[in-house]
Structures are given as structure tokens and as C-alpha cells.
T-cell receptor, first 111, second 118 residues
Framework: DADVTQTPRNRITKTGKRIMLECSQT?????MYWYRQDPGLGLRLIYY???????NKGEISDGYSVSRQAQAKFSLSLESAIPNQTALYFC??????????FGPGTRLTVL | AQKVTQAQTEISVVEKEDVTLDCVYE???????LFWYKQPPSGELVFLIR??????QNEISGRYSWNFQKSTSSFNFTITASQVVDSAVYFC???????????????FGTGTRLQVFP
């Protein structure tokens, strides 16, 4: 089984809808991250969490919120989705020593 | 502010050619980490290498090699004898440090798409 899982893997939604992307990890890492990838822009950090009680905004947090329900779970919410939030979203975990481990990504389309 | 620049948007080569992907970074921190990730057409991100700022030794792993030069703030990646399976987008990334504490927040370059033709 994958160490970092993301659900759903693909989602199409409409403008104004609330949507939640979920991330779970079995690596036992304290640190979790949400990134979005847009063509030609690389990956940009949305939110990060160093433990359940420590959540921080990243470079592009506007329009997003997160919830760290447990060490293993970190959810990203779009309260009112808009078309320019169409992107590939990645969750990642880290133990602060080695590399970040990325999930398989969620492809979100907002119509 | 930290920044990573991958000036090559797309590179096309024929199989067996050598290819170098450039990465230039900016940081005022003395302690930082540099990474390369591969993103094949299937979309996942595959970790390739991590290098800390105090280790300027070049590294070779099979057909892959990395040249880290602090004097030019570069961390270039070379694939020797490229293969079709090397076709992917390659990202260089910098780990931001808060003073002497590595935060593990990755700052990515915009990526270089490598196409290897048979």
C-alpha cells in the first residue's frame, strides 16, 4: 500500500461548490504539506503543518483552508471553488531529515 | 527571498545523447538543501537526490550525476546516455531555512520537460 494517499484522485466540480481533498499517510511523519501544480509554474506551497496543533500558511493560501485531524490526516478545503483553482494538488510528508514524500496527486477541475 | 530558476523550459534529445538540466538558486541562508524530483507522464513526483549546502561533492548514481557549485549557485543534473524512459518533467527545489532551522518547505523551480526520442 502507498505511504501517502490522496482522495479523490480526480474531481470535477462547479464554481461556488465546497470541496475537500484528503490526504493520509502511514509513514508516521509529523510534517505535512499541500502544494498545487500549475503548468509552467512548478509546485507552490498552500499550507503546511509541523504537527497537529501547528498549521501555517504557505505562499498561496488565499481561497483555501486546511484541517489536521490527526498526525496521519491533513485535509485541504476549497470553501467556494473558482475556475483558477483548477490544478494538480499534491500532499507531502516529511520527517524533517530526509526528502519529502509526495502523494499521487489530485487533479481538480473547476468549471 | 529564496528562488529557484530552471531556465530551460523544454529539451528534446535523441536516445543515447547526454543531457544537462540547469538549476540556479538564490538564498541568503548559509544552511539549505537542494533537491531534484522527476515527474513522469503518470504524474507522480519521484525523489532523485537531496544535497545539503555544506557538501559540494558531485554525485553519480548510474546514468545520473549532479554538479553542485556554490560559487555559481547552481545544482545541475546530467543524464548520460539518455533513454526514452527518462522523458519527464524534472524539478529542482530548495529547502527554505529559518535561521539555522531547516523548515523543510520546498521552493520549486518551474521545471524542465525532457523529451527523449528513440
Amino acid at each position: 500500500d502507498a505511504d501517502v494517499t490522496q482522495t479523490p484522485r480526480n474531481r470535477i466540480t462547479k464554481t461556488g461548490k465546497r470541496i475537500m481533498l484528503e490526504c493520509s499517510q502511514t509513514k508516521g511523519h509529523d510534517r505535512m504539506y499541500w502544494y498545487r501544480q500549475d503548468p509552467g509554474l512548478g509546485l507552490r506551497l498552500i499550507y503546511y503543518s509541523f504537527d497537529v496543533k501547528d498549521i501555517n500558511k504557505g505562499e498561496i493560501s488565499d481561497g483555501y483552508s486546511v484541517s489536521r485531524q490527526a498526525q496521519a490526516k491533513f485535509s485541504l478545503s476549497l470553501e467556494s471553488a473558482i475556475p483558477n483553482q483548477t490544478a494538480l494538488y499534491f500532499c507531502a510528508t516529511s520527517d524533517s531529515i530526509y526528502e519529502q514524500f509526495f502523494g499521487p496527486g489530485t487533479r481538480l477541475t473547476v468549471l | 527571498a529564496q528562488k529557484v530558476t530552471q531556465a530551460q523550459t523544454e529539451i528534446s534529445v535523441v536516445e543515447k545523447e547526454d543531457v544537462t538540466l540547469d538549476c540556479v538558486y538564490e538564498t541568503r541562508d548559509t544552511t539549505y538543501y537542494l533537491f531534484w524530483y522527476k515527474q513522469p507522464p503518470s504524474g507522480e513526483l519521484v525523489f532523485l537526490i537531496r544535497r545539503n549546502s555544506f557538501d559540494e561533492q558531485n554525485e553519480i548514481s548510474g546514468r545520473y550525476s549532479w554538479n553542485f557549485q556554490k560559487s555559481t549557485s547552481s545544482f545541475n543534473f546530467t543524464i548520460t546516455a539518455s533513454q526514452v524512459v527518462d522523458s519527464a518533467v524534472y524539478f529542482c527545489a530548495l529547502s527554505e531555512a529559518r535561521g539555522s532551522y531547516n523548515t523543510d518547505k520546498l521552493i520549486f523551480g518551474t521545471g524542465t520537460r525532457l523529451q527523449v526520442f528513440p
